[in-house]
């Protein structure tokens, strides 16, 4: 495959929107939860890489970036990366040339597009097997709580083995027929059933002449075009995508996930803090989080009616307001409540 995937995959991530320096590409790679790191992804458009973990050395970062910049696809002033007209062209160049790489608009599914592929492996073994009758066999999946969440799934479509297995292959078929030959055998290359056992990671890097990191970048794509297509429908696929992304707390955090449940109680930010013995500000920072990934809370919500009126208009008046300045003018204002309005007004704009 192409040698200069890598670098043309950064490449397409920094746009001329973008405005980030090399450390916090890696964070938001890690998947770092703080809400500034979680705002910095959106802000910047980074949601394909956030919590990517790609295996991407600091010095291969370093070496890329600047290799970018020396060919004038990137700019970088005092440590912030930005996209540059040539590298638009490109990046537009590069989407033509490899069209599994579309946009990645949420931050929702990062944790679901790592795993999911784990489990359409695991759900393909198993049918295969329970239709030649085959019970003696080792589990992909050796997670025991996987393995009974894909048991009780399977038996709660209401289907024959042999129906579910014919839908499967039918969706999985028509998943793959625009994909570019290349990533069809990719992915068939690694199922496993009865009497098949699927390519080692190793073996595809080998196969497809791949590093192992960019075996992880488009297994990601692969994964989002798959959710993407099929996370809305009625279908087999969209069923699990639907139990993976419950399973993985509808790409929460454990604690976050917990304070949403509250919320959608209508329990308040200090009954939520006195009922699970968490710091306010530790509320606080859910919310932000659940903002942030979901998009299925109000910030007005969580904000006075006179203090979102008011920094609504600050903000008309200074679309670039920073909290300082919001300080200055509403003396009581929050950064809670400044940072809830800040990403509303984003997302408005865009």
């Not at 990645?104 to 489990?119: A, H, N, P, Y």
């Not at 919001?326 to 309005?341: D, G, N, S, V």
Request: glycine content about 4%; aromatic content about 12%; proline content about 1%.
């Amino acid at each position: 495959m192409d040698k200069t995937l890598l670098m043309d995959y950064i490449n397409y991530l920094i746009s001329e929107q973008t405005s980030v320096k090399m450390n916090q590409l890696i964070l938001i790679s890690a998947g770092k939860r703080t809400p500034s790191n979680l705002f910095l992804a959106e802000k910047n458009r980074l949601q394909a890489l956030f919590n990517a973990e790609y295996d991407v050395h600091l010095d291969e970062w370093e070496s890329i970036l600047h290799k970018l910049v020396e060919k004038k696809y990137l700019q970088e002033t005092e440590g912030l990366y930005t996209g540059t007209t040539q590298g638009e062209y490109r990046r537009e160049k590069f989407l033509e040339e490899n069209t599994i790489f579309t946009e990645v608009s949420s931050l929702e599914f990062s944790q679901t597009r790592k795993v999911f592929w784990g489990w359409f492996v695991f759900v393909s073994q198993v049918l295969s097997e329970i239709a030649f009758e085959n019970s003696r066999y080792i589990p992909y999946s050796s997670n025991k709580e996987e393995q009974l969440r894909v048991k009780y799934w399977l038996k709660n479509q209401g289907k024959s083995v042999r129906e579910l297995r014919k839908l499967w292959a039918e969706e999985f078929t028509a998943y793959m027929h625009d994909l570019p030959e290349v990533y069809r055998y990719l992915l068939i290359d690694q199922l496993v059933g009865f009497n098949k056992e699927g390519l080692t990671n190793r073996q595809l890097s080998e196969k497809y002449d791949l590093s192992a990191v960019e075996l992880s970048i488009v297994m990601n794509h692969l994964m989002h075009l798959m959710i993407s297509t099929h996370y809305n429908s009625d279908s087999l696929i969209g069923s699990l995508i639907k139990e993976v992304h419950q399973a993985n707390n509808n790409g929460l955090s454990q604690s976050a996930a917990v304070t949403l449940g509250l919320i959608n109680k209508k329990w308040t930010i200090k009954a939520i803090s006195a009922k699970r013995k968490i710091k306010l500000n530790t509320v606080k920072e859910h919310i932000l989080e659940i903002v942030l990934v979901t998009q299925k809370l109000q910030s007005s919500f969580f904000i006075p009616e006179e203090v979102y009126r008011d920094l609504n208009g600050l903000f008309e008046l200074n679309p670039s307001l920073s909290y300082k300045e919001a300080r200055l003018a509403l003396q009581e204002c929050e950064f809670f409540w400044y940072r809830l309005i800040e990403i509303e007004r984003m997302r408005s704009s865009k």
